[in-house]
């Protein structure tokens, strides 16, 4: 029979009319039954014999009105509000249980859609520049461990290649040896240490940015150095509160007048893609010339393919170009250029990490699911009775399937908003972390997609949790429970249940063997040898402003504010460096005096800049010959001071000292001094060939970073030492003051994201899983408390009676754990290039996981086991 | 013994009531039931709670319309009357029925012809 929209309309509105068209049936029917037996009454019934019959021929009160009903309304819509209230009535009788659910759910849920939002902006979310699917990250070599000297080109081979190829609409560089803070803001209120990037013409027409104010730079500013600026959209707000009119004006940075021609738009954020971690305020010109290509490797590189060009081909017909310019520029750096899409060079080291947090989010999610059906389960025993009364009155076997749903799904919901709410608070704190080295976390939040992610979670997790109470309804068993007066549970509710919390338990043993080889690898990265000790010392930039303009008056300045440092009471040494370590990254050509490189083959070694006094200041041991001293100035003998590898690659077996080295800033060196190896690009990295040049031999100095070790707090240090350089260097930034530690949190951030992600998570889970446990022994203590009973009055021990349900539960974790120790081992190689200083079949931390799951395990049956030694038998026997 | 009694099939039901309101004038619930019960010779399995679920589907779709009344034993009863929209749509209800009939019919008869031959 068709429904016409105006029935459709009827029956909708008898949804709200529902109580008084039950009032007018219940009359009809009263009515009806009268005149019926009333009938049977005249053929000859007594008055009980009619009525009964009437009743009969009517086929019931209550089924008369649901069939009415049914007719009315729009039964599947009305069954569902009815399945809600009734769900919310029965919730709110046990709010303990819902309550808790909520609570467990909300965390699993708030821990998925945090996860899902990161990996969504670091991995999904196309970056925020113009069609990104088109850019094109281009290295230099295949080596993607090599320094970023090794990486980056120069500038005549970069020219070459950009104007010979055709797969690209353009290629464009930065410079990619920009120092943090190297651009003193010389501010009347506030002076400031800015970071600046120079970029190459078209850099930002590549990227597909156009400026919020102002202009880009034009082709004639990009052919020299520093007269305009480009303004980050943060750097405008923080520092001139999104004043417009800064546009045209001009600044004093680095000592020079320059103009501000425009600002860039706030979703342009250079250091979240290309330098994470780093906050880059400003952006200049850099020329590509003849002149900057002397300067050897500098550019970092970016191009966009031409529409329907393809990667491979792309590739392809650069390395037949890298070749040829390579051939034709003998005098120059090779050029072999290694393309690869821009997105994956971005998200391309944190992503095997970022993939083994949504695998272990996952897992949680899924011990969640197992720990909540299980308090399921044991609820829908309990309510075995409540069904069978249900059923009696004409509930169907889906319907109490749809209502176990209903519950299950409100729960989930109520579980979601908690979850949605604690993962807007977690994004909201990602995204505001400034400690972690990570791309694109500063573009972490929750948007439409996740809110999605979480509605599917919500009602997957629904059907999940409502599946096992469901499955249990088999009508004809109701009929026998409705006999029953206790919550009786059946068997096959045990293997269920003990089914459940055994996969608990294999799920976070999963998670304490992943977090563990993670920790472990952390603490092996402390633990590795820096080869300086960053405790007690600080660094503060101490660059000499513009008016130190010859090189002996910035040296004077520098013996000046060393001298002033020195004499501070408490502390130990100061020394002045151009590159801290695990912050700038450069290597310069290095070569033993009288040895034959091949052409490709000539060695280099990372150099640093630094005065008298920095290896003390750094705690960096020096194993032979001498520090540098006063004396090494530009008059007298040229020297140098190598680390113990490069010593050891140079002169195998030999005694370096006195050796010469054939380097920049001078043609020769002569080795004085031997120190010990120091990690300066990362934690995991050895150190490799590292030189010290002394400052006063060597003009080349990007920046000026001083170092003081001293037995004072830092908040004393800082004021000390900003009391004893104010005078000299005026605006020396406030507050610029910070301990050395902090170098290696921040190399170790990316590191300590996930290490304490991963923790979390797994504590979370051995939570979870032991309440699983906990709950299900003292469910079964509590069925069991008769023959318990039984077995104390025939004479069994309280000890005894402990140790059979302790024992029974190791069991349990045992084949638990078991079943992890095996996924653990498949799933640890994926874990691999996360890990350091341990294999990722590591016994030990296997046998620690195994342990701290017993040790779990033991503790959450114990307390139900000790009280059920304590049952009196006597009274459970008479319970009975 | 007596034959099984028949069940009704889908969508007789609302057609009945409607012919017993236009044969009969307005009627009570549990008129409607006793009236296609004693026309049908009590044939048919009449669950006459059904009939209920049906007054109100009809309702819905404003081929009949309802009063309350005051029924023989002096109750207030609610008193069901065919409405020109119920009266067109059971003409052609007739008309569908009286096909389908037909159509039965000649088809059963084809099993009894084939027999014969």
Known sequence: ?880 | MEDPKLDLLQGTLDVMVLQTLAALGPLHGYGIARRIEQVSGDQILLNQGTIYAALIRLQNKRWISAQWGVSENNRRAKYYAITARGRKQLAADLAYWQRLADVMARVLALGAAGEQA
């Open chain 1, 1 to 880: 029979m068709s429904s016409g929209p105006m029935e459709l309309l009827r029956r909708f509105g008898s949804l709200f009319r529902g109580r008084k068209l039950d009032r007018d049936l219940d009359s009809e029917l009263a009515n009806h039954i009268d005149l019926a037996a009333a009938d049977y009454r005249k053929q000859g019934m007594t008055g009980e014999e009619a009525r009964r019959m009437a009743l009969l021929k009517l086929g019931g009160i209550e089924q008369s009105k649901e069939i009415q009903r049914d007719a009315r309304g729009l039964p599947a819509f009305e069954a569902v509000l009815q399945d809600a209230r009734y769900a919310i009535r029965t919730l709110r009788r046990d709010a303990g249980f819902a309550l808790f659910v909520t609570l467990i759910i909300g965390l699993g849920i708030g821990a998925c859609a945090t996860v899902f939002s990161v990996v969504n902006s670091l991995l999904v979310r196309p970056l925020p520049f113009r069609d990104p699917s088109r850019l094109v990250w281009i290295a230099n070599g295949t080596d993607a461990t090599a320094d970023m000297s090794a990486r980056t080109f120069q500038v005549i081979p970069m020219l070459a290649l950009r104007d010979r190829n055709s797969s690209f609409t353009d290629i464009a560089g930065y410079f990619a040896f920009y120092g943090i803070g190297d651009v003193a803001f010389a501010d009347m209120n506030k002076p400031e240490r800015l970071t600046g990037v120079g970029v190459s013409e078209k850099f930002f027409s590549v990227l597909g940015v156009s400026p919020h104010t102002g202009r880009l730079f034009t082709a004639e500013e990009c052919q020299r150095y520093g007269s305009v600026v480009l303004l980050a959209d943060a750097f405008w707000e923080r520092r001139f509160a999104r004043d417009p009119h800064i546009v045209g004006s001009t600044m004093r940075l680095g000592g020079k007048p320059i103009t501000v021609v425009g600002v860039l738009p706030a979703s342009f954020d250079f250091g979240s893609v290309f330098a994470p971690g780093t906050r880059v305020d400003l952006f200049f010109p850099f020329p590509l010339t003849q002149d900057t290509d002397r300067w050897g490797n500098t550019l970092a590189v970016v191009g966009r393919l031409k529409p329907g060009a393809q990667l491979t081909t792309a590739q392809a017909e650069a390395d037949i170009l890298g070749k040829q310019i390579t051939a034709e520029n003998p005098r120059r750096n090779s050029i072999q250029p290694s393309l690869s899409y821009l997105s994956e060079h971005v998200s391309g080291q944190i992503r095997p990490a970022l993939l083994i947090l949504a695998g272990a989010v996952l897992v949680v999610m899924l011990i969640v699911c197992a720990n909540v059906s299980n308090l399921m389960l044991a609820r829908t025993a309990a309510r075995q009775k409540e069904m069978a009364i249900r059923a009696a009155l004409g509930a169907g076997r889906g319907r109490l399937a749809r209502q176990l749903f209903t519950e299950s799904l409100l729960l989930t919901g109520c579980g979601a908003l908690f979850g949605v709410a604690l993962a807007y608070g977690a994004t909201f704190g990602i995204a505001h972390l400034t400690a972690f080295d990570l791309p694109l976390l500063n573009e972490v939040r929750m948007d439409g997609r996740a809110l999605g992610f979480v509605a599917l979670i919500a009602v997957i997790t629904g059907i999940l949790l409502s599946l096992a109470p469901a499955l249990h309804i088999s009508l004809p068993h109701l009929s026998t429970s409705l006999g029953r007066s206790g919550a009786g549970g059946s068997r096959e509710h045990a293997w269920l249940r003990g089914g459940l919390v055994m996969a608990e338990i294999a799920f976070a043993c999963v998670l304490l063997v992943g977090a563990g080889l993670l920790v472990r690898s952390f603490v092996n990265v402390l633990d590795t040898r820096l080869g300086f000790r960053p405790q007690n010392a600080a660094t503060i930039r101490i660059d000499p402003n513009s008016s130190y303009e010859t090189e002996a008056r910035k040296i004077a300045y520098l013996n000046d504010a060393l001298n002033r440092a020195r004499s501070i009471a408490g502390v130990r040494g100061a020394g002045v460096t151009d590159a801290l370590p695990l912050g700038r990254n450069r290597n310069w050509g290095a070569a033993a005096k009288g040895v034959d490189y091949q052409p490709n083959n000539y060695p280099s070694a990372f150099v640093r800049i630094v005065s008298d006094g920095y290896f003390g200041a750094m705690g960096i041991p020096i194993t032979r010959g001498r520090d540098f001293d006063e004396r090494d100035d530009a008059q007298s003998r040229q020297v140098i001071v190598i680390n113990e590898s490069m010593a050891h690659a140079f002169w195998p077996g030999e005694n370096p000292l006195g050796k010469i080295i054939l380097g920049d800033c001078a043609k020769e060196r002569e080795v004085v001094g031997i120190v010990a190896d120091v990690r300066h690009l990362a934690l995991e990295k050895d150190a490799g060939n590292e030189m010290y040049v002394p400052m006063r031999q060597c003009t080349d100095r990007p920046s000026w970073d001083l170092v003081v070790r001293a037995d004072l707090p830092l908040p004393t240090l800082a004021s000390a030492v900003d009391y004893a350089l104010r005078p000299i260097a005026p605006d020396l930034p406030k507050g610029g003051m910070r301990p050395l530690t902090q170098l290696v949190d921040r190399a170790v951030s990316p590191r300590r994201f996930i290490v304490s992600l991963l923790s979390g998570f797994a504590a979370f889970a051995l939570i979870l899983a032991s309440l699983g446990i906990y709950g299900l022994i003292s469910y079964s203590v509590n069925s069991s408390a008769s023959e318990i009973g039984v077995r104390m009055a025939l004479g069994a021990s309280a000890f005894e009676v402990q140790r059979r349900i302790v024992a029974r539960t190791l069991t349990l974790a045992a084949a638990g754990m078991l079943a992890g120790v095996v996924i653990s081992w498949i799933a640890g190689r994926s874990v691999g290039s996360l890990l350091y200083g341990v294999a990722a079949a590591d016994p030990a931390t296997f046998v620690a996981a195994a342990l701290v799951l017993l040790g779990v395990s033991a503790l959450a049956s114990y307390l139900p086991a000790r009280r059920a030694s304590r049952i009196d038998p006597m009274i459970c026997l008479r319970a009975e």
